[in-house]
């Protein structure tokens, strides 16, 4: 069963990691905790993803009051675990949460073009891509698509 956990001083130290070929689209246990930390004035918060008492990945969100919605900032799931369904599962209670608490109406985040896991898993929750006009390019940079979901 999956569940979420806030990341405490019990349960951060972990030794959770994608594959190789994944590393260059999601960010690994150090930098999603470093992320919290900096983005901890706008409500960031830090999941470990569990399989029963098994951790098997983790996810940040975190708000943005400036544009009224909430961003979901990483999700990964470790090499071990992956295909299991465990990272849609979480996602999906990610988003459950997000809607229940209801501060915003909607979610944003972005992936890494070429990442076709990502997408998919969410596009199955629901959300759609989205462009903005003050886009812009950064050729040292790789491409996020970004994605939304209407959480009303």
């Known amino acids: 069963m999956i569940k979420l956990e806030k990341i405490t001083p ?36 830090a999941f470990m ?38 990272g849609l ?6 988003v459950d949460m997000l809607r229940e608490e209801g501060k915003y109406d909607k979610v944003c985040l972005c992936y890494i073009d070429g990442n076709d896991a990502a997408r998919n898993l969410y596009e199955k929750l629901g959300f759609r891509h989205v462009e903005f006009e003050d886009e812009e390019e950064d050729d040292e940079c790789p491409e996020e698509i970004i994605m939304q979901l209407k959480l009303r």
């Open 10 to 45: 019990d349960n951060w130290r972990n030794n959770l990691a994608v594959r190789e070929d994944q590393r260059n689209f999601v960010a690994d246990s150090t930098c999603i905790l470093a992320r919290a930390y900096a983005y901890r004035e706008q409500g960031s918060k």
């Open 49 to 86: 993803i569990y399989n029963d008492d098994t951790p098997v990945g983790m996810a940040l969100i975190y708000e943005e009051p400036d544009y009224e919605e909430y961003e979901f900032s990483q999700l990964f799931i470790d090499a071990r675990y992956q295909g299991r369904g465990f």
């Open 89 to 94: 599962e979480a996602a999906k209670q990610i």
